[in-house]
């Protein structure tokens, strides 16, 4: 079990200027990676069913396509592991530059791949490696900035401090998909009549990809600012090093790694349902059974709806301070199993309306509601599941347990929706997000309140393993 350490705050030592610019290095490096992220998710709709995973069923296409979105949150896990060793090893911010550095080159190369038309099959392999690396930088970033905010955080304002790499989010998201929008409308590209030979497919669709190059060099200037955590600093100084984070976890921590995995899968699910999955269902042909939206009416639906993502998690972050996060998380994750039964009364083509005659406004409403029950579930993650952990195995354990449910909560589920809704409705994929959010609410049930938990903490293994663990 964790043992706090008497007399020491997270808080200590660490000055107005030093908290505000790791407040920016925080949001500016998770914003980055989450653009590099999502702008892969777009393409995955919107551009790679028809440049690299091209057939004659354009649903066999897509879902092609998004298999190996999902490739990124299999690699998640592993990120985690790799990255969260250095960090609980050699410190949160040189951990941090590895990741963004990794994700960087992931995306720029995404951007000047061959099409399967000019180099056949090893087009969607080699799309499908670097999309690998997407998520091995991203399943190091998350808990990297967690901590660079949770651990410099002042006494009782965990929550808000740590709500603030959470908005990389929304931000990023807003980013990549108004910077396709914008291409969309520069270019006349029109997603319902699609030609290979458009300027957009040609060779528009690459520059969000290439462009990601500049945004990583700002990142890592912001990064290389920074310094230590004080809660690490003095994690090291007391001898709490571990030669194999990864065991300790496993080995001390196992139950806290459960409950946190399925504590962050409802937010998931409803996360990239709302944003990959409903891109899909929304602009695809009316004779698949999809809403047959233009693609740049429905994205601007969209972007609308994620400023109330951004704008929830703020507030999300005030309840958890003031409530605590385990009474603020149950009541959020009963609002989203409700919302899940409510797919039909939205998206059913009969109540909807399909291409030109589809009703925008309860699209909108839908979207709306979907992203901000998102941001108040989201807000609080950053703060939550590194208070299971003690401090030499904080980055590993936060980072394996947010990105395991990546696996169970977003690469299966733009899979698995495409499915249901082909063969089942689209009833049947918010039947899905409710049982995802049932999942979550039992985890919850099951925890403890972490809003008093001191992050001063270490585990008893690094009083009884002494010099051998401490080795470098």
């Known amino acids: 079990m964790p043992h706090k350490i008497a007399g020491n705050s997270g808080a200590d030592n660490v000055g107005e200027v ?73 410190g949160r911010k040189a951990t941090l530059v590895g990741s963004l550095f990794t994700m960087g080159i992931a995306t720029f190369l995404i951007g000047l791949l061959p099409t399967v038309m000019q180099i056949g099959l090893w087009a969607p392999m080699l799309l499908t490696i670097l999309r690998f690396c997407q998520g091995l930088g991203l399943g190091g970033e998350w808990s990297g900035a967690a901590l660079l905010a949770t651990e410099t955080a002042k006494e009782g304002k965990r929550a808000w401090a740590a709500m603030w790499p959470q908005l990389g989010a929304p931000f990023g998201f807003i980013l990549a998909n108004g910077f396709f929008l914008l291409l969309t409308v520069l270019f006349n590209y029109n997603s319902s009549q699609a030609l290979l030979e458009s300027d957009f497919l040609t060779w528009g669709w690459r520059i969000p990809f290439l462009a990601s190059f500049i945004m990583v060099a700002i990142g ?42 399925f504590i962050m899968l409802a937010t998931y699910g409803v996360f990239y349902l709302m944003t990959t999955w409903i891109l899909s269902y929304a602009i695809g042909k009316i004779e698949l059974g999809f809403l047959g939206i233009g693609y740049r009416s429905f994205l601007v639906l969209q972007l609308i709806s994620v400023l109330l993502f951004a704008g929830m998690i703020p507030v999300s972050g005030w309840l958890a301070d003031r409530y605590g996060r385990r009474g ?81 909560g ?29 999942l979550t609410f039992i985890a919850i049930w099951l925890s403890r309140e972490t809003k008093h938990t001191s992050l001063d903490t270490f585990g008893d293994e690094s009083a009884t393993l002494g010099i051998e663990t401490t080795s470098p």
């Open 328 to 408: 603020v998380l149950l009541v959020v994750t009963a609002a989203i199993i409700l919302f899940g039964f409510s797919f039909n009364l939205f998206l059913d083509p009969k109540v909807m309306g399909t291409g030109e005659g589809a009703n925008m406004g309860l699209m909108l409403l839908f979207l709306s509601t979907g992203m901000a029950l998102m941001g108040l579930s989201f807000g609080p993650m950053s703060a939550v599941l590194p208070e299971l952990f003690p401090t030499n195995v904080r980055y590993t354990g936060s980072g394996i347990s947010y990105n395991a449910s990546s696996i169970l």
């Open 220 to 261: 890592l200037y912001v990064r290389f600012r920074l310094d230590e955590t004080p809660v690490f600093a003095r994690a090291m100084a007391r001898g709490e090093k571990l030669k194999a984070p990864l065991a300790v976890v496993f080995r001390r921590h196992l139950k806290a790694l459960i409950l946190g995995t």
């Open 18 to 90: 030093s908290r505000k610019r790791i407040i920016i290095a925080s949001m500016v490096g998770t914003t980055i990676e989450f653009y590099d992220f999502y702008i892969y998710a777009t393409a995955a709709v919107s551009v790679f069913p028809l440049l690299f995973f091209p057939k004659s069923d354009a649903g066999a296409a897509l879902l092609a396509s998004m298999a190996t979105f999902g490739v990124a949150f299999v690699a998640r896990p592993f990120g985690s592991i790799l990255f969260g060793h250095f960090g609980d090893r050699i």
């Open 410 to 438: 977003a690469a299966l589920t733009p899979f698995v929706a495409v499915w249901l809704a082909r063969h089942y409705g689209v009833g049947s994929v918010g039947v899905y997000l409710s049982v995802l959010g049932a």
